[in-house]
T-cell receptor, first 115, second 116 residues
């Protein structure tokens, strides 16, 4: 299994600002993913973070709003840009062992509140 | 349209009994299905994966079944304990795009409470 840490664990932000969330893995992994979990809801995939190329975004999520970096095989960042209260959510980083649908290991999440 | 439904938002079970959670799906043909546990304030933790050609899989007090005809998976916890209280999520693969890329799609979860 992989050990995943996220920073910050939580934050309260003002409308219109941006927040960058960091995800660090203790081993090199091929697949890294970013999810959103809104209050009382299940996980929704935002994008797959690809090392050395642009992230692959799911329907309803765009790069301008959620820019992602993946500079190496152990690290990724997700930025939530120009935030509104609707962005209040838990953001989770996860990694897969090999294929995109192998067992996934999740970070502890970042709880974001936008005022 | 494609849908994953877990039987109920919340389930209360007496300690020692068997808890049974249901995951139904429509318009998917997954090669496998996974179950995760999520505690408050934490990310999901993988529990079990069952493939389409497997009827049943066990791990300690956990048992998962997968019926591709009914499009349903059942998740059982036997001899339940208060420490089993958590939200349980089912997830299955979805292929999409021309090149057949894959992603995991999650159900909304069932919040299980085991009462002492």
């Amino acid at each position: 299994s992989a050990v995943i840490s996220q920073k910050p664990s939580r934050d309260i932000c003002q409308r219109g600002t941006s927040l960058t969330i960091q995800c660090q893995v203790d081993s090199q992994v091929t697949m890294m993913f970013w999810y959103r979990q809104q209050p009382g809801q299940s996980l929704t995939l935002i994008a797959t973070a690809n090392q050395g190329s642009e992230a692959t975004y799911e329907s309803g999520f765009v790069i301008d709003k959620f820019p992602i970096s993946r500079p190496n095989l152990t690290f990724s960042t997700l930025t939530v840009s120009n935030m509104s209260p609707e962005d209040s959510s838990i953001y989770l980083c996860s990694v897969g062992a090999r294929l995109s649908t192998d067992t996934q290991y999740f970070g502890p999440g970042t709880r974001l509140t936008v005022l | 349209s494609q849908k994953i439904e877990q039987n109920s938002e919340a389930l209360n079970i007496q300690e020692g009994k068997t808890a049974t959670l249901t995951c139904n799906y429509t318009n998917y043909s997954p090669a496998y299905l996974q179950w995760y546990r999520q505690d408050p304030g934490r990310g999901p933790v993988f529990l079990l994966l069952i493939r389409e050609n497997e009827k049943e899989k066990r791990k300690e007090r956990l048992k998962v079944t997968f019926d591709t005809t009914l499009k349903q998976s059942l998740f059982h916890i036997t001899a339940s304990q208060p420490a089993d209280s958590a939200t349980y999520l089912c997830a299955l693969e979805e292929k999409y795009g021309i090149q057949g890329a894959q992603k995991l799609v999650f159900g909304q979860g069932t919040r299980l409470t085991i009462n002492p």
